[in-house]
């Protein structure tokens, strides 16, 4: 099966800066790549997701970008807010949203 | 529109005894996925349905856990009998057939003693 790798665990930014999140994939059969916001005690909530035919995507702050040569994908957010501190799960599945597997997380702290 | 439901939100029991969590999808949502997420790790799919048709059930511990959705509609999952190991927030989610995003419902909270 799929096997999603996040890097790095934690992140610690100032108000402003930029902010990336890797993930790796293990299976080139996946086409969908959604990235989940999960604040504390509360359920993932979808940011941002890219399909393999695909090589970036943007929504304001936020943008994804995916490799499907190297078999990885990024989150960029841009211009961090305090209110962007989350857990972030990036995610991989196939077609249809079969068989969805999440990262370990990165827990993003914006210091104001 | 009303998002995914939930319940209980919490559960306390103590091993070797059975528990079961119940969830209701966004309305006209064919498909519904439980997930496991245990406190610093991602969800884990366990069961993933089609109308009342499973189309994943790979990592779901059948020894212990079952799941229905007999009306292609609300959905239980069970757990008998639980162990320590179980302890975890029991997400479900919901699709339409026309989108690729899954909506998460608040979870329930178990906490197996």
């Known amino acids: 099966g799929e096997n999603v790798e996040q890097h790095p665990s934690t992140l610690s930014v100032q108000e402003g800066d930029s902010a990336v999140i890797k993930c790796t994939y293990s299976?080139?059969?996946?086409?969908?790549f959604p990235w989940y916001k999960q604040e504390l005690g509360k359920r993932p909530q979808l940011i941002i997701d890219i399909r393999s035919n695909v090589g970036e995507k943007k929504d304001q702050r936020i943008a994804v970008t995916l490799n499907k040569t190297a078999k990885h994908f990024s989150l960029h957010i841009t211009e961090t807010q305090p209110e962007d501190s989350a857990v972030y799960f990036c995610?991989?599945?196939?077609?249809?949203?079969?068989?969805?597997?999440f990262g370990a997380g990165t827990r993003l702290t914006v210091k104001p | 529109e009303a998002g995914v439901a939930q319940s209980p939100r919490y559960k306390i029991i103590e091993k070797r005894q059975s528990v079961a969590f119940w969830c209701n999808p966004i309305s006209g949502h064919a498909t519904l996925y439980w997930y496991q997420q245990i406190l610093g790790q991602g969800p884990k799919l366990l069961i993933q349905?089609?109308?009342?048709?499973?189309?994943?059930d790979s990592q779901l511990p059948k020894d212990r856990f079952s799941a229905e959705r007999l009306k292609g509609v609300d959905s239980t999952l069970k757990i008998q009998p639980a162990k320590l190991e179980d302890s975890a927030v029991y997400l479900c989610?919901?699709?339409?057939?026309?989108?690729?995003?899954?909506?998460f419902g608040p979870g329930t909270r178990l906490t197996v003693l």
């Open positions: 995610a991989a599945s196939y077609y249809n949203n079969n068989d969805m597997r």
């Open positions: 299976d080139s059969a996946s086409n969908y």
């Open positions: 349905f089609q109308n009342n048709g499973v189309v994943d």
């Open positions: 989610a919901s699709r339409s057939d026309l989108r690729d995003t899954q909506y």
